[in-house]
Structures are given as C-alpha cells and as structure tokens.
C-alpha cells in the first residue's frame, strides 16, 4: 500500500499489504527466553535504524547483529545507561533523522520510571515519529513482575505485535498475532514463524 513503510521482513510486509505506515510505535511483546531479538535484527535493514540498548551493551548488540546469519544492517547502537533514563532516551530521540527506525531494547527500564513522565515521554515520541515519518519499535519482555507502566505502553502504541514461544515434546513453536493495529487492515489470523536463521513462516504443519 502506497505510503507504507516496508518493515524489511518480507512475512510482515506481506500480511501488512506493504508495510507500517509513517509515525507508528509498535509495541513487541514477547518472552525473554525467546527468539524475538531476531525480529528486531531484521528490522535495520530496512533503512537507518537508532538501536537503543537498556540492559546488554552496545558492543554486545553489535555483535549480535553482525553475527547473524538473517539480512540486516548497520544500525547506530546506543547503550542507555543514566541514572536518567527518560531524559536521556529524548535526548537520543531528538536526534533521529526522517524516515529512520527506532529500537529500544528493553523498555522495561523507561517502563519502571514515574507513570506522568513515561506518559510524557511516550507523547514525544509520537509526536517525533510523525515529524520524522519514522518507525518506532518498543521491545516488552513478558514477566510474572512486569512494570506497572506496560499498560500504558500498549494503549498508547498504535500497534502491538505479540510473539508466543511454545515448547512442545519434541519442538519448539512461534506464534506472531497483532491484536491491535488503529489503522486497521491487520491480519486477524496467527502467523506461525520460524526463527532460527531469520524470520521465515513456519510451513511445517497447518495451525490448529
């Protein structure tokens, strides 16, 4: 669809009818003992991405993505340690060019802080996200403890994309579902992925 940003991972872009469109933040939800980190690698090669680290280094994340076997590209990584995590997070933000991708990597971090400055901070990014026309991934790693700010998180984000990992006898499953989409068109059935090299469908049997 005209106006759309390609996501760069072609299982997506296909079942989005092209891509995200400009000035979105998708909430990405999924177990921390998960493949999901895939999914965000694939995402810098769609165009320049901002990757904003909370908890592994930066040297860390680079590494990761170099060694990977999936397309992706060379993101500028950052590591968000201060003592003020949201300042800085806009700090970072206010310097991100048009038509870039943002990660931040957990937010969990920005998450834990005051709900009224979270909310702030989560306006501002909207608001930079549509001046820039960029696209802005949120990782929410699932927990038992997870922060009180999530809800806000996913209400606020115009799309929300949920991995399920599942462990089976003798295999492991991933299943894709975007229950919230405000631009509409989502697609309403799960999509089964495989996630080892990169992110592909998953084939091997129908979904129940």
């Known amino acids: 669809m005209e106006g759309r940003l390609q996501t760069g991972i072609n299982v997506l872009d296909r079942k989005l009818d092209g891509g995200i469109p400009p000035g979105c933040i998708v909430a990405y939800t999924a177990d921390p003992a998960s493949q999901s980190e895939l999914l965000l690698y694939?995402?810098?090669?769609?165009?320049?991405?901002?990757?904003?680290?909370?908890?592994?280094?930066?040297?860390?994340?680079?590494?990761?993505?170099?060694?990977?076997?999936?397309?992706?590209?060379?993101?500028?990584?950052?590591h968000l340690d201060s003592d003020e995590p949201l300042s800085e997070a806009t700090r970072l933000i206010g310097a991100l060019p048009d038509g870039a991708n943002l990660i931040i990597d957990p937010v969990d971090v920005l998450e834990r802080t005051d709900r009224h400055e979270y909310v702030d901070f989560l306006n501002t990014l909207k608001d930079r996200m549509l001046e820039?026309?960029?696209?802005?991934?949120?990782?929410?790693?699932?927990?038992?403890?997870?922060?009180?700010?999530?809800?806000?998180?996913?209400?606020?984000?115009?799309?929300?994309?949920?991995?399920?990992?599942?462990?089976?006898?003798?295999?492991?499953?991933?299943?894709?579902?975007?229950?919230?989409?405000?631009?509409?068109?989502?697609?309403?059935?799960?999509?089964?992925?495989?996630?080892?090299?990169?992110?592909?469908?998953?084939?091997?049997?129908?979904i129940a």
């Open 132 to 206: 820039t026309g960029s696209l802005a991934f949120l990782h929410c790693l699932k927990s038992d403890a997870e922060p009180e700010n999530r809800p806000t998180t996913t209400h606020v984000a115009d799309a929300v994309f949920d991995l399920r990992t599942t462990v089976g006898a003798t295999e492991l499953e991933n299943f894709l579902t975007i229950p919230k989409y405000r631009r509409g068109g989502a697609p309403s059935e799960t999509i089964k992925l495989e996630l080892s090299e990169r992110v592909e469908i998953d084939t091997s049997r129908d």
């Open 42 to 78: 694939e995402l810098t090669a769609a165009r320049g991405t901002l990757y904003v680290t909370t908890q592994r280094s930066d040297d860390a994340v680079r590494h990761a993505i170099d060694s990977s076997m999936a397309r992706v590209g060379s993101p500028t990584v950052r």
